[in-house]
């Protein structure tokens, strides 16, 4: 041994011999844990040394003896009794007072086998000798419990434990990891003897059972800690022996399971905790699971409900019966778990297991036929792979998404006015008193209501009517004054409206006009549309000629070209350069209304814009520009101009006023200013279109003609507005504009705004009522007169960023437009409040319960494009809690659907989650993300969030703990949805999308239908789930450019929010009649192909052949026999296989209705369809507007 072994090794194996001799552990045996035999005894083994470590201070070693006998004695200095007779397989056995977890325990040896030896040279390194620490265990159920980390909650390697199968919590409760409480005698059973008296082993006398409650005044103390490892038979023996002393005891009374998901993943991380704490170098997590499922197993393989609570209560984990149903239903089965693949998939990492057992495919599915999958999709669009839900069915939920809705959105109300990058007049009176303007790219005429406020004829009214000829923003509107004919059709003044557009991608700009008595969707309006070339980009005025046949455009191409075109021939009549400059330069056009009422007044126009006016004559049948000048004043930028009525002294000369920057009034004569007038104040600086900071001075201007119904007499005033919020009425009867001679006192526009005011935009005037109509650039619509003021349509005052509805008021809605709040009735298509909360808002949630006192009151959270966090009251929207988490902004923030928590998304790339009983703490912080977070959604049972982030990742948390769900979810079910990714979602990407197009999603609250928004300008209606590759679907134009925000409420109307058109547009879902089935095919049967009936074979018209003796009849006329199969498709050769050509007979039917639909892919340029899905007659008696903004991706017949 000298060669082999060294002094240390030598003196310590001659300190076991002398310690073997010895026999039992009396005599001078060293104190220390011995592992050889199971008593503590040598026994003839070779065992550990002795290194007094792992000892209990409060109870003294148990006395050793040989493995199949000897007795054994030992000091018990502890408090509970240590002495005891036998060892484990037959002698009596010592035993301690020693808790469960007081040193690791390491597995026995089996008979004969040699125990390994711990080498001298290792010291403290060793496994064996490591300083224990203490594991926390899952705490009774029902116990309350501190929620914290516990410090064993990492794998090997110091990975951070994640879930397998759900998310769970972390416990932390008193003691030393096993069930127990101190109070009276606590004793711990072991294998062999009972704890605190006189025990035999398993093949000697029985050890006492365990102490339980109300047994000697203690409670019940299981050993928790690894098992011993003997033979197999030893160890299923003393198994069996514990279990009959267990009983599976009920919860806290009063108090009933959690049987949600995140109930049952904590479970699961219980049994993974109990199990990483009982784990040796020996015994895995794995081996040990199984170990403890064989000891309640009849041999069977699978374990029932009762077995497998005995098994949880094995690991000090508390399972009762109605939670295992759960399990194992969570798990795929019934009444038997097979626990194999119960320790399979609990134990394997997600991933991994995935890999394993599911079939994967790429992107969405691009036919019914390919939706016949169950496993994973790997999407481009998304980061994370999807999987199917358990119970897809492709027959029912794949076949909806290939049709068309069965629905189609129908446009009700547009909310605001286009105040913002306007710069002609662009609001009008038309002949019945409505008026009429434009939001983005739809025309509208409102209709007021008529009656007084408190008088039965209130609130009739109130209500739009749509132009929907345009594919993109417009930019200019204009109204013919004069009676016109066009093909033989009269039309009075002031019903015909010219509107023009910007140029589009698929086509450059152009000009409609149309009757503004008729709206798109109850007939065509349309008169006249005239296409320009892409150069010419837009158009920012039109006017026309007081006898209304020309119609003057002025273009947005660097030359400003304005065209002079005769609309009734769609003919150009002339042209020239208005103004060179990036545009606009040129901010308006005005005909002289006296030209054809006056013989000395000829037809002339004035364009004017930023530091020019210019008039158009007719000189030798061309259209030609004169500068006019300022002299000695200041040349600035003109925002108005008008002619004056002619003066009799002056031969009908008409002298021009002109609106400046710095509201100052210049009148010219000639083409010459000749003095200034002060009007108005500059009023607040303002950015303008082509991005330069400067006064607005004068925006609006009208001449208007009254006369006295008593005496004939006409009398004109001139009505200007400015940037300082009034009105000045202007007397100019006799052609002349003097300085302070009024036709009436001023009108105040008052603003509810505190760090505003009304900067009037455009003006008309209704002699009828003496009523003037104000556009604002708050983008309101108000009428104003003498101690009057009345706001028609509301809107928003600048970028409107994201919309939400009450969760049970479904007329109610809030929006965010930067640094106000409003709050909408949708149902009387009005504002009813708003605020100024201080900071940009970008995202905005009712709560989905009452809050307050009260239990009516909602609270409103706002989320800020910086990180501040403000939540208002619902009823008055006083701030009721400010909070600040995030530096880059709050991108979106919901309320859990107990309203006890509320999730903020930000730009930071983590979700806040903040406890709304605890007044708005923040308890949780999921991080993970890797780029923005730009949408979430609650779970139904509020204890599971879900996230995507602008570089296309899909996430799932655990709300409770903030911890990543690492496994999919495909089967929870979320309150709403609003992430654009996910497997019910995955179609409603388009062809040739990088996975930014989609800006918002919401799903119905009967959950058939999803409706998008995108950055070409569209609403997009889809049946849900959208599954299929470029799904069929309903497309809505109207909003500019990049729409923000679209939401359904809970009755399923629909809003949606347009970032930079300000306008928010007001959607009801109608429900189409049920296309009518296609009919049926005919079908081939086997019959005779000739009337003597020689020949037979496939055939559509068999010939009836008599009996013998029978003449022959000619084909049956009968239609050919469905087949037996009752609706399965025919094992019988097609038409197409067969080679005949589909004929009118023998094809499949035409396609009627909201089912038909072209093959291709075939986009109409129009923006809204005729007689498509049945829509005709469907809609005739619908009270709204029924024909929508409609762009179909696949065109209905």
Known sequence: MAGTMGDSTRARMAGLVKAANAGGGGGDRAGGNYVGGYGGGLGGTWGKAPTNRGIDPRGGAGGGAGAFGGAGAGPSPGPGPGAGPGGDFGGGGGASARPPSAGRQRPGSAVGQRDKIRSGSSGVKSAWDMPQRELPKAPPFGTAVKLVKPPGATMAGGKSTKPLTGIGMDFKATGRGAMEAVGGATGTQRMGGGGGAAGGG??????????????????????????????????????????????????????????????????????????????????????????????????????????????CALLGVECSIPEAQKLFERFGFKDRLPYNRFAHVLLTQPSRQLAEEMPIRAGPFKDVGAANFHGKIKDKRCRKPLYTPTNWDPSVDAARSAELPNSRLVLQFVYGYNGKDSTAQNLFYNALGQMVYFVAGVGIVYTPPTGDAGSAAAGAGHCQHFFLGHTDDIKAMTLCPAEVDVAGKKFPGRTIAATGQVSSHEEGPYICVWDTRVGSQQGEPELMRRDFKKEDRGF???????????????????????????????????????????????????????????????????????????????????????????????????????????????????????????????????????????????????????????????????????????????????????????????????????????????????????????????????????????GTNQCDVMEVADNYQKVLVYGHCDDVWTVAFHPRLANRAVTASEKVVYVWNTEERS??????????????????????????????????????????????????????????????????????????????????????????????????????????????????????????ELLVWNARTGKQIPIPSRDTQFATYTVRLGFPVMGIWPDGSDGTDVNALSRSARGDLIVTCDDDGLVKLFNCPCVLDDAPHRAYRGHSSHVMGVRFSADDRTVSVGGYDWGMFQFAVVDLEPAAPEPAAPQKVWGALDPEGRAYGWTYTPYDVKPAGGGAAGPSGAAPRASASGGIPSREPSTAAAGYPAGPEYGAGGGGGAGGRLVGNAAPTRMHETGASGAGDDFGDYPEDTAGLEVNDEEEF
């Open 540 to 774: 920012c005025a039109l006017a026309f000629s007081p006898d209304g046949v020309f119609l003057t455009a002025v273009a947005t191409d660097n030359s400003h070209t304005v065209y002079i075109i005769d609309w009734r021939r769609n003919k150009i009549d002339g042209s020239g350069k208005g103004q060179m400059g990036d545009p606009p330069q040129v901010y308006g056009v005005e005909w002289n209304p006296h030209a054809g009422r006056h013989p000395n007044v000829q037809p002339a126009f004035l364009t004017f814009g930023k530091k020019h006016i210019k008039m158009w004559t007719r000189e030798n049948g061309n259209w030609a520009a004169k500068q006019l000048t300022t002299g000695r004043l200041d040349m600035q930028n003109v925002h108005s101009a008008a002619w004056l009525p002619p003066r009799q002294e002056g031969g009908g000369e008409c002298l021009v006023v002109a609106g400046m920057a710095d509201g100052q009034i210049y009148v010219f004569r000639g083409t010459t200013a000749i003095k200034s007038i002060p009007g108005h104040a500059k009023g607040p600086q303002a950015i303008q279109v082509d991005g330069h900071v400067a006064y607005t001075g004068v925006r609006g201007m009208r001449l208007t003609e009254k006369r006295d119904p008593a005496t004939g007499d006409v009398s004109r005033m001139l009505l200007t507005g400015g940037a300082d919020s009034t009105i000045l009425r202007w007397d100019v009867t006799d052609g002349q504009l003097a300085e302070g001679r009024f036709a009436g006192p001023p009108l105040v526009v008052r603003s509810s705004l505190p760090d505003r005011g009304h900067c009037i935009r455009s003006l008309d005037y209704d002699p009828a009522r003496d009523t003037v109509l104000v």
């Open 202 to 311: 398993i093949f000697g006398s029985p050890g006492g059972p365990p102490r339980r409650a109300g047994a000697g005044g203690g409670m019940v103390s299981y050993d928790t800690g690894p098992m011993r490892m003997g033979r197999a038979a030893v160890a299923a023996e003393e198994a069996a022996q514990r279990m009959g002393d267990i009983t599976i005891e009920e919860s806290e009374p009063g108090r009933a399971p959690d049987l949600t998901d995140a109930g049952l993943a904590m479970l699961e991380d219980q049994i993974r905790d109990s199990l990483r704490a009982r784990r040796s170098v020996y015994e895995d997590s794995k081996t040990l699971l199984l170990k403890m499922f064989k000891s309640v197993d009849d041999g069977s393989g699978d374990v029932s409900w009762e077995e497998f609570c005995q098994m």
């Open 831 to 952: 504002m009813e409040r708003f605020t100024v909360v201080g900071f940009a808002a970008r995202a905005v949630a009712f709560s989905s319960a009452p809050l307050e006192a009260d239990k009516t009151t909602h609270h409103i959270a706002v989320g800020g494009a910086k990180g501040d966090i403000v939540i208002l009251l619902e009823s008055t929207l006083k701030p009721v809690h400010k909070c600040k988490d995030s530096r880059e902004g709050v991108t979106d923030i919901k309320y859990s659907p107990d309203s006890r928590l509320m999730a903020a998304a930000t730009a930071d790339t983590w979700i806040d989650i903040y406890s709304v009983v605890k007044g708005y703490q923040r308890v949780q912080r999921c991080t993970g993300h890797s780029s923005t977070v730009r949408g979430i959604d609650w779970s139904v049972d509020s204890s599971i969030v879900q996230s995507d982030s602008a570089d296309m």
